[in-house]
């Protein structure tokens, strides 16, 4: 296990899930000899998402609260769309997340087992091949009410279908021109029992077993049988799969030669609001340019929440709020930003950034004279300490925080009004200078020495309205700044199923703002470094940033829609 262990908030420690439940009931039981062995499969065909990092939580997670051991296990059984990139990036994203496995295993380790398996079936009449296209089967599949109809190969015999099997083996047959269909009831009102397809022919490369293999098993036949192998007590997975269990139940009751069972229990998928979680549309995403890659900021990928600033123990503290339940629903995207804002409160270094700057010039500071401020690195934590930061007479302020005609309750500069300048003094706006189209261009002021900020003066305590931030002129660095918006613009994406969903994408979700000024401690930043901009929101420094080009990723606004939610509750 990695430092950062699944630690449970306090929230969720009161009550157990519904899954828990079942383990600590088990445990109690002496099941499976009092053992606990989860695993986490995923299909190496894109990278993981944060609906995945909530089944991470649920299999790692559950094993160690237990002291019991996941596996990870990659459902490699579709060699078209799989990739060593994206085994590789699994496993990374799970260490990110703060777990570890017990031991790693492929399905494809098991091929041979399963195809040994596969012939006993044959033998034993349980299975057959079909030489039907994939749409003669779809038709005759029925429905819930209506059975469906026997494949005139059905009843073929025992030799015939091990003669085709060993055909398709060895490559002999064109791939889509023949399966091997297990022989169970097309009658079933369970649909998944009318006759599924164990095997179907591929001719692509696997980036296991090279050329080797020219038939692969279905998920149906691989999953429960490489639970069994490996002797999985509870196999987890989402709730599309309850109806498949009676299926994943009878394919190991026909080998299984001992007593012992995996199980499997369902949980809910997590969907999030303004959030496509495909995996196969994210790949669309990203062959298409749409986004910058799988690590785009803006993706719900682990490696672009990673990116964007997102930290593991906020997202694991988001599952822990979210739980575990058998209804799907859907969750908003605020709650998730709720939990991050909540983390990087307590770990952001606060920093001085000016996103929209224009020049502030305090009319009677000495010019060339500057002074060493004293800036608070963490108000949530002392221990954080504090740095010095440049003051002198010219300061970027952000653009926005001048007005020459203020509205009433406007606190920030407007001729002859005072605001602070956080950690330095308070100043009098008095005017401001404006090129040939009326832009303003500088903004003056004039400060009061009194008022420096932790000289313990009376007027240094002085209050007033606003508080402003800044950058000193003489000690800055520039800095390019991304702020992201939601990827998509309509919070459930299925509500505008019959739309493309590249129609629904937001046009604005990337604004790459140039000529940004910072602080100049920012320059011993490092690549994914969390910072505070004060008063603007929670950024880290993007990995394409350089000494020379420093380059930020907004992670979060200050702002917080889902407390408002949770009030308005
Ligand atoms: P996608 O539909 O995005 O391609 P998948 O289910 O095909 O995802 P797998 O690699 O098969 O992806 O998933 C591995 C595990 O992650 C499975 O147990 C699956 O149930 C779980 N999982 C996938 N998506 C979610 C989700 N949105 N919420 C919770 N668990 C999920
Ligand atoms: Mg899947």
New binding site residues.
């Given amino acids: 296990m990695s430092e950062n262990s699944n630690i449970k908030t306090e929230d969720a420690k009161k009550s157990l899930n519904f899954i828990e439940v079942i383990v600590e009931n088990d445990l109690k039981e002496g099941k499976n000899g009092s053992r606990l062995q989860t695993r986490?499969?995923?299909?190496p065909?894109?990278y993981l998402?944060i609906?995945?990092a909530?089944?991470i939580c649920m299999d790692f997670g559950i094993a160690q609260r237990y002291g019991g051991i996941c596996n990870l296990r990659f459902?490699d059984t579709n060699p078209v769309k799989e990739d060593v990139e994206y085994v590789d990036s699994i496993m990374e994203d799970i260490h990110w997340l703060g777990f570890d496995w017990g031991n790693l295993y492929y399905a494809s380790d098991y091929f041979q087992q399963l195809w040994d398996l596969a012939v006993r079936f044959i033998k034993e009449g349980k299975a057959y091949v079909d030489e039907q296209s994939a749409e003669q089967i779809a038709q005759q599949k029925g429905t819930p009410t209506v059975p469906g109809t026997e494949s005139p190969y059905r009843n073929r015999p025992m030799e015939e279908n091990m003669e085709l099997f060993q055909k398709m083996t060895d490559g002999e047959i064109e791939e889509g021109k023949m399966v091997l269909r297990a022989k169970i009831d097309m009658a079933s009102p369970n649909m998944h029992f009318r006759d599924p397809i164990m095997y179907r022919i591929i001719n692509h490369p696997h980036h296991r077993t090279g050329t080797t293999w020219k038939v692969y098993p279905m998920y149906d036949y691989a999953h429960g049988q490489s639970d069994y192998f490996e002797g999985v007590t509870h196999s987890i997975?989402?709730l599309e799969?309850e109806v498949h269990r009676p299926l994943y139940d009878w394919f190991i009751d026909q080998f299984a030669n001992s007593d012992y069972r995996p199980r499997q229990f369902e949980f809910n998928?997590?969907?999030l609001t303004y959030t496509m979680?495909?995996?196969?549309k994210l790949l669309q995403l990203v062959k298409e340019g749409l986004v910058r890659g799988w690590d785009d900021p803006r993706m719900p990928t682990v490696c672009g929440l990673r990116r964007r600033g997102y930290t593991p123990e906020s997202i694991r503290n988001f599952v822990d709020k979210i739980g575990y339940t058998k209804y799907d629903g859907m969750i908003d995207v605020a709650l998730l930003e709720h939990s991050l804002r909540e983390d990087l409160n307590a770990k952001a270094q606060r920093v001085s950034a000016v996103l929209d700057p224009i020049k502030l010039v305090l009319t009677n500071y000495e010019g060339g004279k500057t002074e060493k401020m004293i800036a608070e690195n963490n108000p949530e934590d002392s221990s954080k300490g504090s740095r010095e930061v440049t003051f002198s007479r010219e300061l970027f302020i952000e653009r926005d925080d001048f007005m020459e005609d203020a509205p009433k309750k406007y606190f920030r500069l407007t001729p002859g009004n005072e605001v602070r300048l956080k950690n330095a003094y308070i100043v009098k706006c008095i005017g401001c200078k404006k090129d040939e189209n009326g832009l303003v261009t500088e903004v003056y002021a004039e400060y009061d020495a009194l008022t420096k900020s932790g000289s313990g003066s009376e007027e240094s305590n002085r209050k007033v309205k606003g508080t402003i931030h800044w950058v000193s002129t003489e000690d800055y660095l520039d800095a390019e700044v991304r702020l992201y918006d939601r990827l998509f613009q309509i919070p459930d994406l299925d509500e505008e199923k019959d739309k493309d969903f590249r129609e629904l994408l937001n046009p604005d979700s990337l604004v790459v703002k140039a000529g940004c000024k910072v602080e100049a401690s920012l320059a011993t930043a490092k690549a994914l470094d969390h910072f505070q901009f004060q008063r603007i929101g929670y950024f880290n420094v993007d990995p394409d940033s350089t000494p020379d080009k420093l380059i930020f990723n907004r992670t979060v606004s200050l702002k917080d829609s889902w407390s408002k939610v949770k009030d308005k509750k």
């Fill in positions: 986490f499969p995923p299909e065909n894109g998402h609906g995945h909530k089944a459902d997975c989402t799969f998928r997590l969907n979680m495909s995996k196969r």
